[in-house]
């Protein structure tokens, strides 16, 4: 942190140039880098643009208020030094502003002075932004750069000792094993027993977050997940689970014998998967799937993913006022920023005061969508719980030996966040969302022919998380419920053609899987590929370049649709995968033919019926999980799974969700899983490189598959 910026008018009169020569050269003496933008549009860009920007020092005669107001609302806390001459009269409007502002008098002579106080400001500002434990961490490795008290590699030296280590400690770089402290250090508290400023960061990151209290989890929302469902669900009890949910929860009900009922979320005809309707909620829905469920009873533990995979927000308020279940978890793994936007108020989990009665939870992947380390992760709460019993859950998942790397990134994300400045990045990060959904209208509107659609309401022109409306055509759902569901505009869901808006299949398409394929040779990573329809995420690290860059592909794409180029030269990875089968094929032939057999199987149709009838719950994932450690399984083969208790979790990716649970047994009533099942398999038999991926079948080498049953 050592860039100042000095803005003075044009032409600057001798008595302010002179000492502003000579502070100049004060701070070039002292390593510190000058730049002099040139208006103050220009100092506005180059702070926006320019994070290391440490100081501002101005002309207070020519640029008062105004420029400081606007500094303010990029990063209230960066010290400002304005140079006066005339009486400094302070408004009352400068009160009203958190401003870090000091000023100076223009004289010779005193550069040193003034200097030293530009310092000490920066360093105070330094001190300011960071947070706690990071804090605690740098100054602890900065004292004790020579003595070996880290972990066994001891700040890197045991790997200087070896060639291939060696290689890997220049990658890293030094302060990479400095900062991988032993858990041992007092003056560093510990993750385990949140003490000293391990607590600290806990409670700043609480703050920040709007919870009552939050943990860092250093293992993932994986495990943060396993941390909240072992505490609130005691072994025997019934829990609510989200069908949709995550496999981390799959695994909390293997490792703890509680009995799940489901929510059932809807699904559109594009494949996305929807909410979990209103009705879902309500004491009388919950009191058939109990009665219907051996051994439940009233749950005591439920958890939702919010937001869903596509990126729709519930009515968060509602939920927590209608649902009378004490302990409410929101799996939001994807959404860790909602704290920072007003346009989500009310639709996550720490959103508003805490609910008497009720425990909220909210489990994050902080490294996500926010900047961390990978398995970064926070559990906030709100409301009251005992945490020394919390405590032991927390302990029961997390090592002795937590990386300080990541509890440090953890807290740095939750600081990045914090004032105006962490605002601003979720603000940016919307508007390059929207922007980017307007292009694709516009190129839409400009195209001949085809061109790829956005799922979103019509004619939007603002940022917002737009309510899905039940009276609206655009969002592909029937029966919604009103004011229950809101799509998230950083999450962008691109639709190809081939699917009309009542789900019916049109005659020509381009399933989402061949331009996913396009992306992906082309470098750009899709988040998610539906059967007509591809997520893309704006995340804070998205600059306007990346967002460019996917629309330019796109475009490319359709160039070469249009053009009819053979696939050998389109997607050269998928042509070398099976270069016999695709020899002179060409796109539309290789779009067509994937079409044709989501036609012929009627996939829409079969995808929105798998998911409308629940396999029968036999016994527990636990029971069933127990079963499996004892040996007590065989493989069959897929075909051959109705009245066959299920030993493993069966996944299809996508979309990407449990379709039969351990436990649960596929019968007459919801055979149309298992047509679904079939349906994948056979699509990805048809052309290489296209397999849909099923966690939990095992594809056999005459290309049939088997899954792991209970032995009868
Ligand atoms: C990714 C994800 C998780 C797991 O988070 P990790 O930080 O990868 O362990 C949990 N729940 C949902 C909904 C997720 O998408």
Redesign the pocket.
């Known amino acids: 942190m050592k860039t100042i910026l000095i803005l003075t008018s044009k032409d600057v009169p001798q008595f302010k140039a002179e000492p502003l020569q000579e502070l100049h050269a004060e701070m070039a003496n002292n390593g510190y880098e000058v730049i002099y933008p040139d208006s103050r549009e220009d100092l506005i860009k180059l702070i926006e643009q320019n994070p290391r920007v440490a100081s501002v020092v101005f002309d207070w005669d020519d640029f008062g208020l105004e420029l400081c107001a606007q500094i303010s609302e990029l990063n209230e806390k960066l010290p400002l030094f304005g140079f006066a001459n005339q009486n400094i009269v302070l408004d009352v409007n400068l009160a009203d502003l958190r401003l870090n502002l000091s000023f100076f008098e223009y004289h010779m002579g005193q550069a040193e002075d003034v200097f030293a106080k530009i310092r000490q400001g920066v360093e105070a500002y330094v001190d300011e932004i960071m947070p706690p434990f990071t804090k605690a961490l740098f100054k602890y490795v900065d004292e004790n750069k020579y003595t070996f008290c880290t972990p066994g590699h001891l700040g890197g030296s045991a790997f200087l000792k070896s060639p291939v280590g060696s290689i890997f400690y220049d990658f890293y770089g030094p302060n990479t094993f400095k900062a991988d402290v032993s858990v041992s250090m007092p003056e560093l508290g510990s993750l385990l027993d949140h003490s000293g400023p391990h607590k600290e960061a806990e409670e700043y990151i609480a703050k920040v977050f709007n919870a009552t209290s939050s943990y860092i989890v250093t293992?993932?929302?994986?495990?943060?997940?396993k941390i909240v469902g072992m505490f609130a669900a005691p072994s025997g009890s019934t829990i609510m689970v989200d069908r949709n949910?995550?496999?981390?929860?799959t695994h909390l009900m293997m490792m703890s014998n509680v009995t799940p009922i489901y929510f059932r979320p809807s699904r559109n005809a594009y494949g996305i998967l929807g909410g979990i309707p209103k009705s879902e909620f309500t004491r009388e829905v919950i009191e058939q799937k109990i009665a219907a469920t051996p051994n439940a009873s009233w749950p005591t533990y439920a958890v939702v993913?919010n937001s869903t995979?596509d990126g729709l927000l519930y009515n968060t308020e509602w939920i927590k006022k209608t649902l009378d279940v004490k302990h409410m978890h929101f799996?939001?793994?994807?959404v860790p920023y909602t704290n920072f936007h007003k346009m989500y108020q009310g639709k996550y989990g720490m959103s508003g005061a805490t609910v008497p009665g009720k425990v909220v939870y909210e489990?994050q992947?902080?490294?996500?969508l926010l900047a961390a380390f990978?398995?970064?992760?926070m559990i906030h709460i709100k409301g009251e719980v005992d945490h020394e019993t919390f405590n032991e859950s927390f302990m029961m998942h997390t090592s002795t030996s937590p990386q300080y790397g990541i509890v440090a990134s953890t807290e740095i994300a939750a600081a990045m966040m914090k004032g105006n400045s962490g605002r601003r990045l979720i603000q940016n990060s919307v508007e390059r969302a929207l922007n980017f959904r307007k292009e694709i209208k516009k190129l839409r509107a400009e195209s001949t022919g085809w061109f790829f659609d956005v799922w979103q309401p019509e004619g939007i022109e603002e940022a917002d998380c737009w309510p899905l409306k039940p009276e609206d055509a655009w969002h592909g759902f029937k029966n919604l419920d009103a004011d229950h569901m809101y799509l998230d505009p950083i999450k962008v869901t691109i639709l190809t053609p081939g699917m009309s808006k009542n789900g019916t299949l049109e005659d020509s398409g381009i399933p989402a899987s061949i331009v996913s394929k396009y992306l992906d040779e082309n470098g750009i990573v899709v988040e998610k590929t539906g059967p007509y329809n591809l997520l893309f995420l704006f995340s804070i690290g998205i600059d306007k370049s990346k967002s460019l860059k996917l629309l330019r592909t796109l475009t490319a794409f359709k160039r070469a649709y249009d053009q009819n180029m053979k696939v050998k030269n389109i997607l050269p990875g998928l042509y070398a995968e099976n270069p016999s089968f695709y020899g002179e094929m060409r796109i539309q032939e290789l779009a067509q033919g994937i079409h044709d057999l989501m036609r012929k199987f009627k996939l829409p149709d079969m995808m929105y019926h798998a998911f409308e009838v629940l396999p029968q719950q036999e016994m527990t994932p636990h029971q069933a999980f127990t079963k499996v450690l004892n040996d007590e399984t065989e493989e069959v083969y897929v075909e051959e799974l109705v009245g066959r208790t299920n030993a493993n979790m069966i996944l299809p990716y996508p979309p990407g969700v449990p379709l039969v649970l351990p436990g649960e047994m596929i019968t007459e009533e919801s055979v149309a899983v298992l047509d679904f099942l079939l349906m994948l398999i056979e699509i990805g038999k048809h052309y290489p490189g296209f397999d849909t991926d099923i966690h939990g079948a095992y594809k056999q080498d005459d290309g049939r598959y088997k899954v792991k049953v209970l032995k009868k």
């Open positions: 293992n993932g929302t994986s495990t943060a997940n949910c995550h496999k981390s929860l993913t995979y799996d939001s793994a994807w489990t992947s902080t490294h996500k990978s398995q970064a992760s």
